[in-house]
């Protein structure tokens, strides 16, 4: 399981770079190329996030139907689905609750959660228990200024980066980037990794440590101590 979900990503991140190399050199439209680029890359955002759905629903814990599961139900969707318009309905006579999302590209994510009691982590899904390994960031300006993130295990540094990049471009373009900039919150990725819910960047396989940067510490050589001090 753990191979297939890095054989998808890398197959996905690969096929992104082959269009980018071979469009210009089908059509010398370059707007076309744009436009054909853009919603394959659309069109495996929406299956990642459907992934992401499905998995959510079937590991969530659901203990009962009370108000207050439920919204910690609705509070952890929004963390990853943020932009998009949320209704869940409990159906007390089959113990279930109905899940709704409508996205803004007019997507709809539909399934059903059965009331089951607390199992603590799943042992079904190998993929849910990768480790997550150091995946500290800088930026090319100030490269001794480091933010302490990590990835899955299974994740190239390199696949990281790129989930990162695109994770941040989604969050700038969701209902909370754009109320940010209309407040004039300054788009860049300190504000960026400040503010993204967690959720966000667990459903790339990524994880935030720490908000703020920490300084690069250099650490002074321990002086070699002489026979007989």
Request: with cysteine.
């Amino acid at each position: 399981m753990k191979k297939a979900s890095k054989k998808t990503q890398t197959a996905e991140t690969q096929l992104l770079e082959l269009l980018q190399k071979v469009l210009p050199k089908a059509t010398h439209d370059a707007q076309l190329a744009s436009k054909i680029y853009q919603a394959v890359e659309q069109e495996l955002k929406v299956k990642a996030r459907l992934t992401a759905f499905e998995k959510f629903c079937h590991k969530v814990e659901l203990p009962d139907l009370d108000p207050k599961t439920v919204m910690e139900v609705k509070s952890q969707l929004a963390a990853s689905f943020d932009d998009g318009d949320i209704t869940l309905k409990p159906n007390k006579k089959d113990q279930s609750l109905a899940v709704e999302i409508s996205l803004p590209n007019g997507a709809q994510l539909s399934s059903e959660i059965k009331v089951k009691a607390a199992t603590g982590e799943s042992a079904e899904d190998p993929a849910m228990e990768l480790k997550f390994a150091p995946f500290p960031v800088s930026l090319p300006g100030d490269p001794e200024l480091i933010w302490l993130l990590a990835k899955r295990e299974n994740l190239t540094p390199e696949e990281a980066g790129i989930a990162l990049s695109k994770v941040e471009e989604n969050f700038w373009a969701s209902k909370t980037g754009q109320k940010l900039i209309r407040d004039r919150v300054e788009r860049n990725f300190p504000e960026f990794i400040n503010r993204a819910p967690s959720g966000m960047l667990n459903e790339v396989g990524l994880k935030r440590h720490y908000k703020i940067p920490e300084p690069l510490k250099v650490l002074r050589p321990t002086p070699t101590l002489r026979k007989g001090q």
